[in-house]
């Protein structure tokens, strides 16, 4: 994770929005039209939830996260 935010302006400039969904918590980083979200899945289970603000589902597996560009 260090070095994405070291290659990656968006992870050092970007906007900042935290969030919580179904047991899922991550934050988006935006910056001029680019767009990330960071969704982290603490839990043992695979969790299923939908990209805030989108209508991209993705699979989280159990404790691990997902980087996704939109």
Known sequence: MI????ENKIFIDGDFEPFY???VFGFKRSLKDEIVFVLVNPT???RNTIVPGTNKEVVIAGMSYEIVQI
């Not at 070095?3 to 070291?6: E, G, I, K, S």
Request: hydrophobic letters at 30%; proline letters at 0%.
């Open 44 to 46: 043992g289970e695979n």
């Open 3 to 6: 070095a994405l935010r070291n």
């Open 21 to 23: 969904i179904d047991d």
